[in-house]
């Protein structure tokens, strides 16, 4: 085998993502999944299920993941790669523990994760990891042989997630009117978490208030506004802004919120922006509705000018990314000394996430990591 596509020590590959409701009746089931003991007012839990309703209570996330699963098949296959790929989820079928029992009986026994989420967070990382150890629980009790599985690093400032995303926003500029594509600003988009769980984000004091959440998506913004100065040759305004905040009003959260962030910049006299979703990989429910929905209403009736850029979703770029990824942590795991693609300024992110980092708000088991319980 071309030693470059050597997957081994890994037997497996597993696309651990988020899940949503595929029906009307799915939404409520697949909110109490998602905000069982979270703390989430029930006000806002009605709120959130009509943005599903008014998709007809389908989520496109899962559909995404089935393309992005099929995508990652045919690249690897195309390439020489022999490594399956199996996709779980967290709060909707295929469930995390029903696909790694699969995964188990299917005799995979070096397990390689990849989430579909690019940064460090509680949500977007060490929550992962949490599913991973309850699912290799539920696997103990029933008395299987447990696999070894491992994390991922962060891919946010991979060239592949974010020259996709660069090329994203320059098509998004062309859809907009000539005479105001030169002065157009970028808002980077991204969710909004409690400040306290963004400045706890990363590894232990690794990083000032906001921690590794916010850190990350300042570099990768800093980066796609580079490549986009290089390739139009205008200098653009451009700001980090939040959206999808939840959970109690008197806790802080990060800000501003994107819909208050186009009023603003109507008001500085903006003549257009683009809507980048640098936080998300696909057009799921937040893009759809919180940018798409809300937020474009919001720029209309502002009479502000904007487009929404896309996100990486299964761009073959963002696949050979995944794979690029795959290798590099194989070589790594063989003591080998891989090349560690990395744009902007933090460089490439850690394979093994240290002892307290992205910490809960509760301690539980988490799988992957420096403090995993499992091997
Ligand atoms: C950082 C982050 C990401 C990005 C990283 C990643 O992609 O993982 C993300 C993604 C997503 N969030 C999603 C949906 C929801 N998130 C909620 C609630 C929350 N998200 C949070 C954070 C994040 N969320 C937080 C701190 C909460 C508060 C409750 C808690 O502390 O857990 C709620 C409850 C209702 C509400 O309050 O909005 C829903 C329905 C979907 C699915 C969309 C679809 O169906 O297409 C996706 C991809
Ligand atoms: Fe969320």
Redesign the pocket.
């Known amino acids: 085998m071309d030693r470059a596509l050597n997957p081994n020590p890994y037997d497996a590959l597993l696309l651990l993502s988020?899940g949503?409701p595929e029906g009307p009746d799915d939404v409520l089931p697949f909110?109490e999944n998602?905000?069982r003991g979270?703390g989430?007012p029930r006000e806002?839990?009605t709120e959130?299920g009509a943005h599903y309703h008014l998709f007809g209570g389908v989520?496109?996330?899962n559909e995404q993941n089935r393309t992005l699963l099929a995508a990652l098949r045919a690249d690897f296959a195309e390439r020489g790669l022999d490594l399956p790929v199996y996709w779980g989820n967290r709060n909707w079928a295929p469930y995390v523990t029903d696909t790694l029992r699969e995964m188990v009986r299917d005799g995979r026994r070096r397990i390689l994760v990849l989430a579909?989420?690019a940064y460090a967070?509680y949500?977007?990382c060490r929550q992962y990891r949490e599913d991973l150890a309850g699912a290799l629980a539920a696997l103990k009790r029933e008395g299987l042989d447990l696999p070894r599985v491992d994390k991922l690093r962060h891919y946010f400032n991979h060239p592949g997630f974010l020259e996709t995303m660069t090329d994203g926003v320059l098509a998004a500029l062309d859809r907009l009117p000539a005479d105001v594509r030169d002065g157009a600003h970028l808002a980077f988009c991204t969710?909004s978490?409690?400040d306290a769980?963004a400045d706890t984000s990363g590894p232990p004091a690794a990083h000032g208030a906001g921690g590794a959440y916010v850190a990350q998506h300042l570099d990768a913004a800093r980066a796609v506004v580079a490549a986009v100065r290089e390739a139009t040759g205008a200098d653009r305004p451009w700001e980090l802004v939040y959206q999808?905040r939840?959970?109690a009003p008197h806790i802080p959260w990060l800000e501003p919120d994107i819909v208050d962030h186009l009023k603003d910049l109507r008001a500085k006299g903006a003549p257009a922006v683009v809507m980048v979703p640098i936080?998300?990989v696909s057009d799921?429910?937040?893009v759809l509705y919180d940018l798409d929905t809300e937020a474009l209403t919001a720029a209309d009736e502002l009479g502000l000018p904007a487009v929404r850029s896309a996100t990486v979703g299964a761009d073959p770029r963002f696949v050979a990314a995944v794979r690029d990824l795959v290798l590099e942590r194989a070589a790594t795991e063989r003591d080998e000394s891989p090349r560690r693609r990395a744009l902007g300024a933090l460089g490439p992110s850690h394979d093994l996430c240290p002892v307290g980092c992205c910490p809960g708000r509760q301690e539980r088991p988490a799988a992957a990591g420096a403090d995993s319980p499992y091997a």
């Open positions: 988020f949503g909110l998602v905000t979270r989430i806002r839990l959130v989520s496109p996330i579909t989420s967070s949500s977007g969710h978490i409690p769980a999808s939840s959970g936080g998300f799921h429910m937040e």
